[in-house]
């Protein structure tokens, strides 16, 4: 267990729905990441929030969004779904690297299904 | 731009055999990080092992063990004696170091799955 939780664990849904996925990062990390897996596309970055800050993007569509709460807990939208947003979508944190750790502790996933 | 490439999309091995997963990568930044991740059928993705850019020490914990070359760019894993339990994706990863706080973001290979058989 990373520590890293996530909810829900599945997600099915259909066409031009919106969803909202949440993840809590292990406690005392303050950078939350979020990861796109898909057969296609591989682990992509997302995005990356540090103490309710966004610090990093990648290949995240204008569709999604996220944001990180004063309690750092991390939520990822994503709106007007299609086919394609079909993925298995990770949470992940970290601590501060100038404590001299950097590796990602990531979450079970949450696999959504769009229909 | 970081890029690693895991060119072995597949390997199957009989169990009690040695694997080495391959692991090449390409970055501009002199002081970076590696990562090898597991990824189980369960599909969790399991930390096994960082390197800092400035150690070139190769490492061992327990059946596995990692060879690091910058001359090569490569951050190979290998796996003595391998179990069926060790059937997996596995995901060589790279990070930049940043002087600011918050981490960094990954950049994954496609990964190779292993698949141990009896």
């Known amino acids: 267990d990373s520590g890293v939780t996530q909810t829900p664990k599945h997600l099915i849904t259909a066409t031009g729905q919106r969803v909202t996925l949440r993840c809590s990062p292990r406690s005392g990390d303050l950078s939350v990441y979020w990861y796109q897996q898909s057969l296609d596309q591989g682990l992509q970055f997302l995005i990356q929030y540090y103490n309710g800050e966004e610090r990093a993007k990648g290949n995240i569509l204008e569709r999604f969004s996220a944001q990180q709460f004063p309690d750092l807990h991390s939520e990822l939208n994503l709106s007007s779904l299609e086919l394609g947003d079909s993925a298995l979508y990770f949470c992940?944190?970290?601590?501060?690297?100038?404590?001299?750790?950097?590796?990602?502790?990531f979450g079970p996933g949450t696999r959504l299904t769009v229909l | 731009a970081q890029k690693v490439t895991q060119a072995q999309t597949e390997i199957s091995v009989v169990e009690k055999e040695d694997v080495t997963l391959d692991c090449v990568y390409e970055?501009?930044?002199?002081?970076?990080?590696l990562f090898w991740y597991k990824q189980p059928p369960s599909g969790e993705l399991v930390f096994l092992i960082r390197?800092?850019?400035?150690?070139?020490q190769n490492e061992i914990s327990g059946r596995y063990s990692w060879n690091f070359q910058k001359s090569t760019s490569s951050f190979n894993f290998t796996i003595t004696a391998s179990q069926v339990v060790d059937s997996a994706v596995y995901f060589c990863?790279?990070?930049?170091?940043?002087?600011?706080?918050?981490?960094?973001?990954?950049?994954f290979g496609t990964g190779t799955q292993l698949k141990v058989e009896l």
């Open positions: 970055t501009r930044d002199t002081t970076y990080y």
């Open positions: 990863a790279l990070s930049e170091r940043k002087v600011t706080g918050g981490g960094n973001k990954l950049t």
């Open positions: 390197r800092n850019s400035f150690d070139e």
């Open positions: 992940a944190s970290s601590a501060l690297p100038g404590q001299g750790r950097n590796e990602q502790f």
